[in-house]
């Protein structure tokens, strides 16, 4: 049985992955802060007949993170898939214009998106390695290919993300692993701001498995 492990998972795009995962027989492995709100997610999978587990952990924590993951990976016989897209919310995030951007600014987002990302892959890559094969996916937002100046401090952080994600994917040309970006450009959602294009989680999804199986793109930007 394969097994996909989700590194910020909740009930937008999290929840519509491991769906998608889970509907071709995939095991589920969910990371988040929240223990409370993985048991709900699990419950609701467990209910679709999709097989999950909860592994809580803070993605600022990389010690609880590779933790976490080498739990799941215990849990499901290894992890073939890694999926890293940790949300924050923006009402509690200070954005700012590139040229009001202090160092400070960056930092958060830095820690947040590359650091963790860094932490996750190092947790579950040798094992893939070795075996030869596994798919690495990261989740961004559109501003890491396209920045939009009042997400400057923001934008800044998705870029690195985005420059290693592609970097990585070179670096395992013909090792049998997978690494690519995805890049959303719209809002998930239908509670987003006036005028903002919006999808659905559901819509997005089936990228994420085209990836996986395809293995031939390094990154896909999902817009409407």
């Given at each position: 049985m394969s097994s996909i492990a989700i590194v910020g998972a909740g009930p937008g795009m999290g929840l519509a992955i491991a769906r998608t995962f889970g509907s071709h027989g995939f095991d589920v492995a969910l990371i988040a802060r929240n223990r409370d709100k993985l048991n709900d997610l699990v419950g609701r999978l467990e209910a679709e007949g999709i097989t999950a587990a909860a592994f809580p952990a803070d993605v600022l924590d990389h010690d609880a993170l590779t933790q976490a993951l080498k739990d799941a990976a215990t849990r499901f016989g290894g992890i073939d898939v890694l999926e890293y897209s940790p949300a924050g919310s923006l009402e509690s995030t200070t954005l700012t214009a590139p040229s009001e951007t202090n160092p400070s600014d960056v930092q958060w987002a830095m820690d947040f998106l590359l650091y963790g990302a860094i932490a996750a892959t190092r947790a579950v890559l040798p094992a893939m390695r070795e075996?030869?094969?596994?798919?690495?996916?990261?989740?961004?937002?559109?501003?890491?290919?396209?920045?939009?100046?009042?997400?400057?401090n923001l934008n800044a952080a998705q870029a690195a993300l985005r420059n290693w994600v592609l970097s990585l994917h070179k670096e395992l040309a013909d090792t049998g692993v997978q690494a690519a970006h995805i890049a959303i450009g719209v809002w998930i959602g239908t509670d987003g701001p006036p005028g903002v294009p919006a999808a659905s989680a559901e819509e997005v999804a089936p990228l994420y498995w085209d990836l996986h199986t395809q293995r031939d793109e390094v990154e896909r930007v999902f817009t409407v």
């Open positions: 075996a030869g094969a596994g798919t690495l996916l990261y989740t961004n937002g559109a501003g890491s290919v396209d920045p939009t100046p009042m997400l400057g």
